[in-house]
């Protein structure tokens, strides 16, 4: 395999586990909103406990997806990298 095969096949990653990641963030999103009120006392504090969770949770992991994002394309533009050629083309249309 080479590197611009490998740095394709990373790409292809990074997007299909973004793409989970936002069909995820919609699930739980969509099942919080449509859930039914508590019926207890024990009930609505394991809901508190769930939803302290996931605002830790949530943000922390698309953090990690937005520094993967941002290393991903700072590679592609990089001197030597898959999107070099198309960024010097570019410099050169605009010059």
Same mark, same amino acid.
């Given at each position: 395999?080479?590197?611009?095969?490998k740095?394709?096949r990373d790409?292809?990653d990074?997007?299909r586990?973004t793409?989970?990641?936002i069909?995820?963030?919609?699930?739980?999103?969509?099942g =919080?909103?449509?859930?039914?009120p508590?019926r207890?006392? =024990?009930d609505?504090a394991?809901?508190a406990?769930?939803? =302290?969770?996931m605002?830790v949770?949530?943000?922390v992991?698309?953090?990690?997806?937005? =520094?993967a994002?941002?290393?991903m394309l700072r590679q592609?533009?990089?001197?030597?990298g898959?999107?070099?050629?198309r960024t010097?083309e570019?410099r050169?249309?605009?010059a």
């Amino acid at each position: 395999m080479t590197h611009a095969e490998k740095r394709r096949r990373d790409l292809a990653d990074l997007r299909r586990h973004t793409l989970i990641w936002i069909g995820a963030l919609v699930w739980i999103g969509g099942g =919080y909103a449509l859930q039914d009120p508590a019926r207890d006392a =024990y009930d609505a504090a394991e809901r508190a406990a769930f939803t =302290y969770a996931m605002l830790v949770v949530i943000p922390v992991i698309t953090a990690i997806f937005v =520094y993967a994002w941002i290393g991903m394309l700072r590679q592609q533009a990089a001197p030597g990298g898959p999107g070099a050629a198309r960024t010097e083309e570019r410099r050169e249309k605009t010059a």
